[in-house]
């Protein structure tokens, strides 16, 4: 039995990439990663990789990580400029080095020794990421994360993303960050992140989940009760909640998605069923 869940509908292409490998018994690592490569080279995912948002200055600067669920080995790189697949610096970080992060110029260099391939910062900005930087439009931001199970019983997570748009450079958001914007443990879970980083990194989101799951509860019910609540503790600090949503899955594959927001939608796929999206309905609304 293999499973897999990941953010948004633009990752329906990453679940059928991860579904090609699982359905052959391959492992569930070079299930995300592959899953990740589709959305990351997508220049019409305008949050991903290539076509991805661009900073205050006109860059494109992009965060990923990786966890492997068997070892609770980490990978995550942050501000990498020029090349198409952070998330395989990220895995590089992982597992060729004794580290956790590596950030901008170092992770680059890093990729370099690692012979990965590197194609420029200009050959990844899309036409229309430019127009959007251009009219100084804050135009939102989307994480791609995803948690996979192989027939194994090994769990993994890992996401990537170009960040808030117009973000300061250098700004970091929880999806490079551990217990932020992912978390895996086979044997108990994974969880995965989307949304204004600054509010799930406050709150812990993706560990969260994962110890919920730990102690029993349903995976649906987990996602729930870590939105509602990392929403109600911001509001109870003063704060305004910006867009905090989840996916998560359990040991046994079951998986789960909850969001504060509208227009949440995930995809999935198993050894049961074919790669498909379905839409969230908020446990909460920010706007209302
Ligand atoms: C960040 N969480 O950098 C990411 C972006 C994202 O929906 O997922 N937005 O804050």
């Known amino acids: 039995m293999w499973s897999f869940v990941s953010t948004w509908h633009f990752s329906k292409q990453a679940a059928e990439a991860a579904a090609e490998i699982l359905n052959r ?14 959305v990351e080279s997508d220049p019409e995912v305008q949050t991903v990789g290539k076509g991805g948002f661009l900073n205050a200055k006109g ?11 068997n070892t609770l080995k980490t990978g995550a790189v942050c501000g990498v400029r020029g090349f198409e697949y952070p ?14 992060i590596l950030i901008g110029t170092g992770a680059e260099e890093f990729a370099r020794e690692m012979g ?5 910062m200009e ?3 899309a036409p229309d990421a430019v127009e959007v930087w251009k009219n100084n439009q804050i135009h939102g931001h989307d994480t791609i994360g995803v948690v996979a199970l192989d027939e194994n019983g090994k769990m993994v997570a890992a996401t990537s993303t170009s960040g808030a748009s117009m973000k300061i450079p250098g700004r970091v958001g929880d999806s490079p960050i551990i217990g932020s914007g992912f978390y895996v443990e086979s044997g108990v879970g994974g969880a995965v992140a989307t949304g204004l980083g600054e509010d799930i990194m406050r709150t812990c989101c993706s560990f969260q989940v994962v110890e919920l799951m730990r102690s029993g509860m349903h995976p649906q019910q ?12 911001i509001l109870r600090h003063g704060g305004k909640p910006d867009c905090i ?31 498909a999206v379905a839409e969230v309905v908020p446990v909460i609304d920010k706007d209302t």
């Open 25 to 38: 018994g391959g492992d569930a690592m070079d299930a995300a990663e592959a899953g990740i490569h589709r």
């Open 59 to 69: 860059e494109l600067e992009l965060d990923a990580a990786v966890m492997d669920g």
């Open 87 to 100: 998330v395989t610096i990220a895995r590089a970080v992982m597992e060729r080095t004794r580290h956790n």
């Open 116 to 120: 990965i391939e590197e194609c420029g």
């Open 123 to 125: 050959a990844l900005i």
């Open 222 to 233: 987990a996602v729930e009760q870590v939105v509602r609540t990392a929403h109600e503790t």
């Open 245 to 275: 949503a989840l996916v998560c899955m359990n040991a046994e594959g079951v998986w789960g998605a909850a969001c504060n927001h509208q227009d949440f939608t995930y995809a999935f796929a198993s050894s049961e069923c074919s790669p």
